[in-house]
């Protein structure tokens, strides 16, 4: 179960938010390689709820604890004691969890500061932008070397992402990839070079800041992300029409008319986030 709350952090055992400068940090606790089980998918799903009910968040970063590891998938010995309607339910309750993740009108970037297969690149398949750091990590859907199938959602993600060929031939061969050959095949947005995790959380937090207010006009963004989201699984039609709504509500915010402001002044907005 979720620990109490001390000031802006949310201590958990497998999963914990921190939220500083309007970013709040979601980060998979469970050494050695974060892998989750139906605890540590509550305690996510926890977590997604409280960044977006907050008005001071703006962005989501999930990542993982430690040198090594985003997330190596599901905690295989857990699996090994469910029944088959327990694994079932489990995996409903995952593709719930990361359907509100996807689902969250903020902006949501996987950090991947480490190894990143199985089921953990199924998680960070549902995040809006994926940040590899550079080294000797894999990145990967190696499922069927277990017999099974991505059941947390890479049989759909993956392949609204790269297509039905590429995503057919990689989750049959199980084929892993090297940071910057994954952002190759289009699985990741950006290497960054770090030399240690922290290096690289303070790159993904710089990296990050831009889409946070007075910067970032994030009520845009998280408005942009629902219209992608939302209206890919529309008719051409329906989608302009949510586009057409989605924009009017951002003509009547205060962000939309001090950028407009801006604009005419020659000035640098400052957003507000409403």
Do not use: W
Request: glycine fraction near 12%; hydrophobic fraction near 45%; proline fraction near 3%.
């Amino acid at each position: 179960m979720l620990g109490g709350q001390t000031g802006d952090t949310m201590t958990a055992a497998l999963a914990h938010i921190t939220i500083e400068a309007g970013v709040a940090t979601i980060a998979l606790d469970n050494p050695k390689a974060n892998c989750y089980s139906y605890a540590m998918m509550q305690q996510l799903d926890a977590c997604v709820l409280d960044a977006r009910m907050r008005e001071d968040v703006h962005v989501i970063v999930l990542t993982g604890a430690g040198e090594k590891f985003f997330c190596a998938g599901a905690d295989i010995g857990m699996l090994g004691g469910l029944s088959p309607t327990e694994k079932y339910f489990f995996c409903l309750h995952a593709n719930e969890t990361l359907l509100r993740l996807e689902q969250t009108p903020k902006l949501v970037i996987a950090a991947l500061n480490g190894h990143c297969v199985g089921g953990g690149l199924e998680v960070a398949l549902a995040c809006d932008i994926r940040l590899g750091r550079d080294g000797a990590f894999q990145v990967g859907l190696p499922e069927v070397k277990l017999g099974v199938l991505p059941g947390t959602g890479g049989t759909q993600r993956l392949v609204r992402l790269l297509g039905r060929a590429r995503a057919l031939e990689l989750m049959v061969t199980g084929q892993t990839f090297p940071m910057k050959a994954a952002r190759g095949e289009g699985l990741l947005h950006r290497v960054l070079e770090a030399d240690s995790a922290a290096s690289f959380q303070a790159q993904v937090r710089e990296y990050a800041s831009q889409f946070v207010p007075p910067l970032g006009a994030s009520k845009a963004v998280g408005m942009i992300k629902r219209a992608v989201h939302a209206g890919a699984d529309l008719g051409l039609a329906e989608a302009l029409g949510l586009e057409r709504e989605l924009q009017q509500q951002l003509f009547l915010s205060a962000d939309a008319k001090e950028g407009i402001l801006a604009n005419r002044e020659k000035r640098e907005p400052r957003f507000l986030g409403h």
